[in-house]
């Protein structure tokens, strides 16, 4: 009887211990089984500069979306953000592609505008700051052409 109970103990241990994994690779990973709520905008980039899907796109530091995905269009980057409901954009506002930390991951960063016309669903950010290619800046510091 004692095998028994021993045996249940730590099959629910086993269980709780799968769960609780699940859950943390899905958090983690910032897996989205519902994508539709929000609302898309575009933003052409004439370089992402290591920008990745799945990424943050954040206004005063809060994160206010995800970069849903990046292709190729006119040969530019064309990035298509998916952004929360209740966040409305002006049409004057800046996209900008920002590093978190010295050497962290891509995310970008909306800029507010003082426009009174707001950006439609599946609109686009005209407004766009390109990302510093920080091997770039070192390379020109390093032979002398600052």
């Known amino acids: 009887m004692d095998r028994s109970k021993v045996n249940i103990a730590v099959g629910i241990f086993v269980v ?7 859950y943390l690779s899905i958090k983690l990973g910032r897996v989205s ?4 709520g929000g609302y898309q905008v575009t933003a052409d980039f004439p ?5 990745r899907p799945g990424a943050s796109v954040e206004i005063a530091g809060v994160e206010v979306g995800r970069v849903e995905s990046i292709g190729l269009a006119d040969y530019q980057a064309h990035v298509v953000l998916r952004l929360n409901s209740d966040v409305k954009l002006q049409d004057d506002a800046i996209a900008s592609i920002k ?5 962290g991951e891509k995310f970008i960063r909306i800029s507010p505008g003082a426009s009174e016309k707001l950006i439609a669903p ?3 950010i005209r407004e766009i700051e ?6 770039e800046l070192i390379s020109k510091y390093v032979f002398g052409k600052v």
């Open 16 to 22: 709780l211990g799968i769960l609780a994994l699940g």
């Open 33 to 36: 089984f519902f994508t539709g």
């Open 47 to 51: 370089s992402v500069g290591g920008l």
């Open 99 to 103: 590093t978190k930390g010295l050497i």
């Open 122 to 124: 599946g609109g686009r």
């Open 130 to 135: 390109a990302p510093v290619d920080l091997e």
